[in-house]
């Protein structure tokens, strides 16, 4: 199985700070990365597919890069709706597996 | 609209069984892969299955292999998943999701159904 590891696990900001969230794969997966924000009791919702594509609807802040082994979720000015755990997310092979996620809390 | 709203969650004994359903609209069910996702309490997400447009073909996470049943009626707009010899472990919230085309993103999500295992 490929493991997915995010870090940091937890970081605190405030509104208007860049942010960036790094993900790591054991093995490559091409450009086979999606990143997800979950609200605490909600689902999680779609960000960045394919590495670095922004889902319909989801503001310009929120960039996604990186291939093979290594990627990064960049928030370039956080907003207050944005404090949210964050997971990127494998699909290059069975299992689909999730990294552990990063909670971004306010500073 | 799209729209997935799942339903068949509850209390179940160790080795029990349960089945979830989620039924969608708003788009076309049959020309989609579907997936289920859960969440442990205060964990992080778990992929669980996968099943292609047609329903011949799926894919389940290795720890619920032969206990877990992914499976989809098209006429019916719904996915179900079939759950036996249920274990504590299996506690969480389960999560309908679509398959986007975009290579296995999960595009919508359901607002999830809680599964508690326990004696």
């Known amino acids: 199985d490929i493991q997915m590891t995010q870090s940091p696990s937890s970081l605190s900001a405030s509104v208007g700070d860049r942010v960036t969230i790094s993900c790591r794969a054991s093995?490559?997966?091409?450009?086979?990365l999606n990143w997800y924000q979950q609200k605490p009791g909600k689902a999680p919702n779609l960000l960045i597919y394919?590495?670095?594509t922004l889902q319909s609807g989801v503001p310009s802040r929120f960039s996604g890069s990186g291939s093979g082994t290594d990627f990064t979720l960049s928030i370039s000015s956080l907003q207050p709706e944005d404090f949210a755990t964050y997971y990127c997310?494998?699909?290059?092979?069975?299992?689909?597996?999730f990294g552990q996620g990063t909670k971004v809390e306010m500073k | 609209e799209v729209q997935l709203v799942e339903s068949g969650g509850g209390l179940v004994q160790p080795g029990g069984s349960l089945r979830l359903s989620c039924a969608a609209s708003?788009?076309?069910?049959?020309?989609?892969?579907m997936s289920w996702v859960r969440q442990a309490p205060g964990k992080g997400l778990e992929w669980v299955a996968n099943?292609?447009?047609?329903?011949?073909?799926?894919f389940h996470l290795d720890a619920v292999e032969g206990r877990f049943t992914i499976s989809r009626d098209n006429a019916k707009n719904s996915l179900s998943l079939q759950m036996n010899s249920l274990r504590a472990e299996d506690t969480g919230v389960y999560y309908c999701?679509?398959?986007?085309?975009?290579?296995?993103?999960?595009?919508?999500w359901g607002q999830g159904t809680l599964v508690t295992v326990s004696s």
């Open positions: 999701a679509r398959v986007g085309k975009h290579g296995y993103d999960l595009d919508y």
């Open positions: 997310q494998q699909t290059s092979s069975f299992p689909q597996t």
């Open positions: 099943i292609i447009e047609g329903g011949s073909h799926k």
């Open positions: 708003g788009f076309t069910f049959s020309n989609y892969w």
């Open positions: 093995q490559t997966i091409s450009s086979h």
């Open positions: 394919a590495a670095s």
